[in-house]
Antibody, heavy 121, light 111 residues
Framework: EVQLVESGGGLVQPGRSLRLSCAAS????????MHWVRQAPGKGLEWVSG????????GYADSVKGRFTISRDNAKNSLYLQMNSLRAEDTALYYC??????????????WGQGTMVTVSS | QSALTQPASVSGSPGQSITISCTGT?????????VSWYQQHPGKAPKLMIY???KRPSGVSNRFSGSKSGNTASLTISGLQAEDEADYYC???????????FGGGTKLTVL
């Protein structure tokens, strides 16, 4: 079964850091690009960051550029999101999503259940 | 990176057809045939319904169809069913730096 399982979320103070992880199974991880998408409580979806199969192509939303870093470890079938200088507006459910291609231009065909990040003092 | 524009809500009766629009710009929807649509039920993860403007993933009902004209993409659901009631999001590729932009979402109510 194709599955994505996120972890690492929690309550964190503004300005602090958090690292999210996404464990993939049921498919050949390094055949596909991967992304992070977030959803603030009661709000819509917001693309956060994406990475190609070999980490050669990476992109970030303007709202997180310079603060968040996406990475992957193909040997461990894992995707990561290092989040620094967290702000209240980063509070959201963070989804890990697989796309249909090796490059980040594919559609998001598999989603995890998400991990909640709450930024508050 | 402005979000794509979708109507906040649409509604229809069982058996009817509805269309949800998604308006972007010449930098995203208008430039790439990489528009996708996602269905999200409350408390659930989004589900891919349409990709590359009009293609349906395996397992998605043929009642769902997509199209695009200029800077506006559309999702049409025919033969509305109760289980179609959900939030729907469009998404477009926006270039090698921005990558992806989502619409604000549309709540579909089946009357």
């Amino acid at each position: 079964e194709v599955q994505l399982v996120e972890s690492g979320g929690g309550l964190v103070q503004p300005g602090r850091s958090l690292r999210l992880s996404c464990a993939a199974s049921g498919f050949t991880f390094d055949d596909y690009a991967m992304h992070w998408v977030r959803q603030a409580p009661g709000k819509g979806l917001e693309w956060v960051s994406g990475i190609s199969w070999n980490s050669g192509s990476i992109g970030y939303a303007d709202s997180v550029k310079g603060r968040f870093t996406i990475s992957r470890d193909n040997a461990k079938n894992s995707l990561y999101l290092q989040m620094n200088s967290l702000r209240a507006e980063d509070t959201a459910l963070y989804y890990c999503a697989k796309v249909t291609t090796v490059t980040p231009t594919g559609a998001f065909d598999i989603w995890g259940q998400g991990t909640m990040v709450t930024v508050s003092s | 990176q402005s979000a794509l524009t979708q109507p906040a809500s649409v509604s229809g009766s069982p058996g009817q057809s509805i269309t949800i629009s998604c308006t972007g710009t010449s930098s995203d929807v208008g430039s790439y045939n990489l528009v996708s649509w996602y269905q999200q039920h409350p408390g659930k993860a989004p589900k891919l319904m349409i990709y590359e403007v009009s293609k349906r993933p395996s397992g998605v009902s043929n009642r769902f169809s997509g199209s695009k004209s200029g800077n506006t993409a559309s999702l049409t659901i025919s033969g509305l069913q109760a289980e179609d009631e959900a939030d729907y999001y469009c998404c477009s590729y926006a270039g090698s730096s921005t990558l992806w932009v989502f619409g604000g979402g549309t709540k579909l109510t089946v009357l």
